[in-house]
Nanobody
Framework: QVQLVESGGGLVQAGGSLRLSCAASGRTFSSYAMGWFRQTPGKEREFVAAISWGGGSTTYADSVKGRFTISRDNAKNTVYLQMNNLKSADTAVYYC????????????????????WGQGTQVTVSS
């Protein structure tokens, strides 16, 4: 069992930055690929970024490529999402998720591939 707790969301002006964190419980964090997803009311949850178990590979949605960076610290059981040059379209609830496995990050782009989810943190970008 893995429990995930996100933090770092908030209100920011367009063009600003935020860093989301996701702290995981348990001693097997390095056995999981990690992902970030986001969701707005009335829409499906969408993939944002993923990172492989060791951090060696990362994958991004086209909409955030070049602006967001996913990283992880396995010693701290934490995954991060650095978000720069934020746009109003980035407003959403952001969720982190964990997927068992050692594949490349490009494998982990679908919701059903993830085993555990956090509660989410709200990010609001004002224009």
């Amino acid at each position: 069992q893995v429990q995930l707790v996100e933090s770092g969301g908030g209100l920011v002006q367009a063009g600003g930055s935020l860093r989301l964190s996701c702290a995981a419980s348990g001693r097997t964090f390095s056995s999981y690929a990690m992902g970030w997803f986001r969701q707005t009311p009335g829409k499906e949850r969408e993939f944002v970024a993923a990172i492989s178990w060791g951090g060696g590979s990362t994958t991004y949605a086209d909409s955030v490529k070049g602006r967001f960076t996913i990283s992880r610290d396995n010693a701290k059981n934490t995954v991060y999402l650095q978000m720069n040059n934020l746009k109003s379209a980035d407003t959403a609830v952001y969720y982190c998720a964990a997927a068992r496995g050692y594949a490349s990050s490009s494998h982990y782009f679908g919701i059903r591939q993830y085993d555990y989810w956090g509660q989410g943190t709200q990010v609001t970008v004002s224009s």
